[in-house]
Nanobody
Framework: QVQLVESGGGLVQAGGSLRLSCAAS????????MGWFRQAPGKEREFVAA????????YYADSVKGRFTISRDNAKNTVYLQMNSLKPEDTAVYYCAAARTGYSGSDPHEYDFWGQGTQVTVSS
């Protein structure tokens, strides 16, 4: 069992930056593929980024490519999402997720554990 706790959300102006963190419990974190998803009001949850167990492979949604960076520190059981050049359309609740497979992608069904989410609001 893995428990995930997101932090780092908040209110930021368009063009600003935020760094989200997701702290995981358990000794198997380093074997899990990790992902970030987001859900805006009235919309379905959508994929943002994913990273393999080693950090050697990353994958991004087209909407965030070049602006967001996913990374992980297995020694700290933490995955990060650095978000730059934020836009109002990035406003959403952001969730991190863990997949028992070492590699994971954009399908939420690939993921076995989810955090509670952290709110990101970008003002124009």
């Amino acid at each position: 069992q893995v428990q995930l706790v997101e932090s780092g959300g908040g209110l930021v102006q368009a063009g600003g930056s935020l760094r989200l963190s997701c702290a995981a419990s358990g000794r198997t974190f380093s074997t899990y593929g990790m992902g970030w998803f987001r859900q805006a009001p009235g919309k379905e949850r959508e994929f943002v980024a994913a990273i393999s167990w080693s950090g050697g492979s990353t994958y991004y949604a087209d909407s965030v490519k070049g602006r967001f960076t996913i990374s992980r520190d297995n020694a700290k059981n933490t995955v990060y999402l650095q978000m730059n050049s934020l836009k109002p359309e990035d406003t959403a609740v952001y969730y991190c997720a863990a997949a028992r497979t070492g590699y994971s992608g954009s399908d939420p069904h690939e993921y076995d554990f989810w955090g509670q989410g952290t709110q990101v609001t970008v003002s124009s």
